[in-house]
């Protein structure tokens, strides 16, 4: 799917802050929250399997690690998940850590885990207040990594008077593989598992503070691809409707088309199932619940997943639906792109080398022409890489020694993220949804990857975006970020949450105008320099950014 599979099996399109970082600092005052029915303390709450318990916090308080759905084991293997079971209503389940990750391999951003009892989500909540809008965060990772674990920090996001959710969903094989012999909604189980964390919102979120008729969904990368999953499912009336109001999608608008059951069956599912020596099974489905964790991880390999549609809660996929008038216009979208989004993949194969000592950048003509290759393959249209090479590569300084890194990034940020990103925006608001496009074109953002020795410069690459809403300033400054993007910071935490208490990302005190889309074709762009409605610009200067005439009738082999 990317230029070189390792990149993709390590951390795939978006996991995105890595590392282990806190949620939050803990305070020794009294707790100030809601009032309680009953003399229970603010940080027990009440669910509907039971009480669980969490843990004072500067902005209010977290509850980590609560179990949405019963662990996707035996017969639950490859199946749609069920909710959890009640525990011990005398005793409340201790809320304070967060839950394993679901299966992935060994990553630079975290640690393998092969523990399918996964499903968990957490809550964070400020010290006071009722009805509050509601964020549910799901994560990227190209939907085989990722968690919604310590890799977010909320804190400041719930200063705003928000309730944010961040959840864990099976990724990989176990969460999408489309195969024969699996019940209905194979090949996007992993979304059915958040629209079941999105029910236990509907069910529970008003004992921490929120507004359950007030909910907005937001994720990144594989995760704003799952937002996209949401809003065709509500668009369709296949379950994931009246679960939410308001959508964020943050760098997901890449690959539309996503895969059909039936193809992701022949192309991607069998060749796990061979691989697992299930495919002459009388019981195929019997065969893959026996194998082990490790033997599915082995199996999936280089293996690339997007939701599969056909059956189930995606009867279509996002391009039939944006081009079919197929989404809800009564939800309210954001949306947007990063400038620099193909640098990240780019950087994560020359981390590889820089990790094992042996930095290899692509540096020749060769290497540069041979990922160009590898990069479009999956293309259906049959394109001609080799001239897309040479017209991409005359864009770039020819003694600059970075130039072939940065000719490729170049062509996956057009080619994936951005011409894509353009066409949405445009899609949802000719179909009368409120489409509120922004561009994120701080090439200033820390870097996620420290002092890492990396030849170019990242700039505003895949992922930096996020640190912005979900991580500490304290965490951004340890980073590199300076006054600007401190600042930069705190406008766009106004955007988001205003978006989600209102359904319109202007800011409150009036500096900021964010015009819908539909009122003159411009969006928002995201820099340090420029802030306000002056920040306006037409979608024409994003279009041309990434070339976008050029891809709408891109070089193509002869036929």
Known sequence: MLARKSSLLRVGLSLVLGGTLLTGCGSDSDPTNTPQEDDTPATV??????????????????????????????????????????????????????????PQVASSFGAASNNEDCLFLNVYTPASGENLPVMVWI???????????????????????????????????????PAEGLPEGNGHFGIMDQRLALEWVQNNIEHFGGDPNNVTIFGESAGGASVLSHLVSAGAGTGSDGLFHKAIVQSGAYQPTWISRDMGAAIIGQPVVEALECDTAEDMAACLRAASVDDILTAQGDSWFVPAWGEGMLPHSAHTALTNDGFPDDIPVMTGSNLHEGRLFV??????????????????????????????????????AQQIADDYLARQDPQ?????????????????????????????????????????????????????????????AHAFE??????????????????????????????????????????????????????????????????????????????????????????????
């Open 347 to 384: 950087a994560l194969d020359e981390i590889d080398g820089i990790l094992a000592q042996s930095p290899d950048p692509v540096d020749s003509r060769e290497e540069y022409d041979s990922a160009v290759a590898a990069l479009l393959a999956s293309d259906p249209r049959g394109l001609d």
């Open 466 to 559: 996020i640190q912005y809403i979900l991580n500490s300033a304290d965490t951004m400054a340890g980073r590199g970020a300076g006054d600007g993007q401190i600042a930069l910071s705190e406008q766009m935490l106004e955007y988001w949450s205003q978006f989600a208490k209102y359904g319109n990302p202007s800011s409150s005190d009036g500096t900021a105008n964010w015009a819908a889309f539909a009122d003159g074709g411009q969006i928002m762009e995201l820099n340090p320099a420029t802030f306000g409605s002056d920040a306006m610009v037409d979608m024409a200067e994003m279009s041309d950014g990434y070339h976008c005439d050029y891809w709408t009738s891109p070089p193509l082999l002869p036929q």
């Open 139 to 177: 994560h990227g990772g190209a939907f085989i990594a990722g968690s919604g674990g310590d890799s977010y920090q909320p804190g400041r996001l719930v200063d705003q008077g928000i309730v944010v959710v961040t959840l864990n969903y099976r990724l990989g094989v176990l969460g999408f593989l």
């Open 400 to 460: 600059a020694s970075t130039r072939f890194s940065l000719a490729l990034a170049a062509i996956q940020t057009s080619w994936r993220f951005g011409c894509n990103q353009v066409a949405q925006v445009t899609q949802l608001s000719d179909q009368g949804v409120s489409t509120y496009g922004y561009w994120f074109t701080d090439d200033e953002a820390p870097s996620l990857f420290g002092n890492l020795p990396i030849s170019f410069d990242l700039g505003a």
């Open 45 to 102: 709450r009440q669910t509907q399997q039971g009480q669980v318990a969490g843990s004072q916090q500067e902005y209010g308080f977290a509850f980590k690690g609560i179990p949405y759905a019963a662990p996707p084991v035996g017969e639950l293997r490859f199946s749609p998940p069920q909710p959890a079971a009640p525990w011990d209503e005398d005793e409340p389940l201790q809320a304070t850590a967060f839950g394993n990750g679901c």
